[in-house]
């Protein structure tokens, strides 16, 4: 039965690996305006598989039950990481500044004048940028020239962001 | 339960170690130390748990073989990874979050572009993450301009393949 201690031990990876795959067809060959969406459809695609690579290799191998309930948390946590990883990686490509500054210096033969970048990114221009990428993504309201909050997911991040911040660095 | 309960208590540790240190002084390179910790951790508890089995035979609080010990660092790695990706946006505060929370504070009054931009004046949030990346050695500022270490080239190309390869348009 340990022949397949391996399979249950490499789960999560290979969850991860599906979930890239799925997410940059998705991305590839669906055409959604939304980027998230082909997280969301790898993300599950890639828990499926893990899921299902967990509980069989956890069948075959008849471990107790107080062993398959700790060895699929184990292995759920993994892949819950993994993805968070993953994602934020993609999410780096849609909303880092750094990403950005970065590939616009790439793009302009690996240097740039300080100036030029400055005013490039200027605090209105990334203000306007967030206000439609919050608009667009449902986040806020605008009505009659103001902003109101929409959906409080993102502002639930934020509050949770808050948090840690006052904990971990005081 | 043995393997699980060894994992969680060698990230629990890595976490307290980190918690510590950031109480005592927060360290110039956060990221770099962080990976340190995480990984000295790791590797420290390893080799303590699977010694403990190989010298005593078999033990409660030991790791047995080769993929025992994997199934361990994969979490480990896996949690280490995720927790230095999400302490950037604690090191940082993201401009949509700023600007989230203060909508959210003015309750239902509202704000409006003009009072976002006049809360956010002064703060250059391009300058902020510039000098992260040049204390970072992604980039060097010389004569008048900013210009793509070798490092930095390298993660440019890494980030504009997979975004290319996705189809997405340039982010920021």
């Keep these: 039965m340990k022949e397949w201690y391996p399979i249950l031990v490499l789960a999560p990876v290979l969850g991860l690996t599906v979930y890239c795959v799925a997410q940059l067809l998705a991305s590839r060959f669906c055409q959604w305006q939304n980027p998230y969406a082909s997280l969301t459809i790898g993300f599950i695609v890639g828990l499926a598989v893990m899921l299902a690579l967990s509980i069989a290799t956890l069948g075959w191998m008849g471990t107790p039950a107080i062993d398959t309930v700790s060895f699929l948390c184990l292995n759920i946590a993994s892949y819950l990481a993994l993805a968070f990883g993953y994602f934020n990686f993609v999410n780096l490509t849609i909303a880092s500044l750094r990403i950005r500054i970065l590939e616009e210096l790439l793009e302009s033969g690996g240097s740039m004048p300080i100036n030029r970048l400055l005013l490039q990114y200027n605090s209105e221009n990334v203000i306007t940028a967030r206000l439609q990428r919050l608009v667009s993504g449902g986040h806020l309201l605008e009505r009659s020239g103001h902003f109101y909050i929409r959906q409080k997911r993102f502002l639930l991040v934020a509050r949770v962001f808050d948090g840690l911040r006052w904990f971990i660095l005081g | ?172």
Excluded at chain 2, 39 to 59: K, M, R
Excluded at chain 2, 104 to 127: D, H, T
Aim: glycine letters at 6%; a positive charge; aromatic letters at 12%.
């Design chain 2, 1 to 172: 339960m043995r393997v699980a309960c060894i994992a969680v208590v060698l990230l629990i540790a890595a976490f307290a170690i980190h918690w510590t240190m950031w109480r005592i002084r927060i360290p110039r390179r956060q990221t770099f130390v962080l990976l340190v910790i995480f990984t000295t951790t790791l590797l420290v508890g390893l080799t303590a748990t699977a010694g403990l089995s190989i010298f005593t035979g078999y033990s409660l609080c030991g790791l047995h073989g080769f993929w025992e010990c994997l199934q361990v660092a994969i979490f480990h790695i896996a949690w280490m990874l995720a927790y230095v990706v999400a302490y950037s946006a604690l090191e940082e505060r993201s401009p949509s979050m700023a600007i989230l929370t203060q909508i959210a504070n003015s309750k239902k009054q509202g704000r409006s572009r003009e009072e976002l931009e006049e809360n956010f004046k002064g703060f250059c949030p391009i300058e902020i993450r510039v000098n992260a990346m040049i204390r970072d050695h992604m980039i060097d500022q010389l004569d008048g301009d900013y210009a793509l270490t070798a490092k930095g080239r390298q993660w440019a190309r890494v980030f504009s393949t997979w975004r290319t390869l996705l189809g997405f348009a340039k982010g920021g």
